[in-house]
């Protein structure tokens, strides 16, 4: 499978604090994405990552990526209560189907 | 305002019962999707459709039953559900069918079956 799993499942910390997630996969991919879920809402797109590019950046997020060790990781700087929600990696490999992991919970505390 | 509006937010329905969601894209986009969301589980793609083609469908029990007819809207037609079909379903579009293509989700109808 394809899937990509995030790392941690849960994650706490303080306001201010930068925030880290991790995502693996097993196999070949042409991109890899991260979404947002915010609680009883739909998921935003955050950041697309092609397989040629090692690291991209949007704002306060930074997304690297490791095709070597078939790893992504998603860097939040400057964490605020606002980015209290789920994340998700989704890995793209052909056709039309995104495989989405089960998510990290991000729990910002003011 | 997402550009994606699903509705009803919230469903309760019977066993026996038939019910259809809605979904409404205004982004312009060709290719719309339903995924289903359960707890503690990846979300999972349940069908695509490209130009109003169906290109997918993930082995989705027939008591689900998707129609596309036009680019901008889509629905997910229930009918006879389990329990186990409770969950968050959620649309998305794309610009393009590929999984290159960044999708954009509406806020999902919550199901619930008794």
């Known amino acids: 499978s394809q899937q990509g799993e995030e790392d941690p499942q849960a994650l706490s910390i303080q306001e201010g604090e930068n925030a880290t997630m991790n995502c693996s996969y097993k196999?070949?991919?042409?991109?890899l994405q991260w979404y947002r879920q915010n609680s009883g809402r739909g998921l935003v797109h955050l950041i697309l990552?092609?397989?040629?590019?090692r690291e991209k950046h949007s704002g306060r997020l930074r997304v690297t990526l490791d095709t070597s060790k078939k790893s992504s990781s998603l860097l939040i700087t400057a964490s605020r209560a606002a980015d209290t929600a789920s994340y998700f990696c989704?890995?793209?490999?052909?056709?039309?189907?995104?495989?989405f992991g089960k998510g990290t919970k991000l729990s910002v505390i003011p | 305002e997402t550009g994606v509006t699903q509705t009803p937010r919230h469903l309760v329905m019977g066993m026996t019962n038939k019910k259809s969601l809605k979904c409404e894209q205004h982004?312009?986009?060709?290719?719309m999707y339903w995924y289903k969301q359960s707890a503690k589980k990846p979300l999972e793609l349940m069908f695509v459709?490209?130009?109003?083609?169906?290109?997918e469908n993930n082995s989705v029990p027939s008591r689900f039953s998707p129609e596309c007819p036009n680019s901008s809207h889509l629905f997910l037609h229930l009918h006879t559900l389990q329990p186990e079909d409770s969950a968050l379903y959620l649309c998305?579009?794309?610009?393009?069918?590929?999984?290159?293509?960044?999708?954009?989700f509406g806020d999902g109808t919550r199901l619930s079956i008794l």
């Open positions: 998305a579009s794309s610009r393009g069918g590929g999984q290159d293509q960044p999708q954009h």
């Open positions: 196999t070949s991919i042409n991109n």
């Open positions: 990552i092609r397989s040629n590019e």
């Open positions: 989704a890995t793209g490999a052909g056709s039309y189907q995104l495989t």
């Open positions: 982004l312009g986009h060709n290719a």
């Open positions: 459709y490209n130009f109003k083609e169906q290109t």
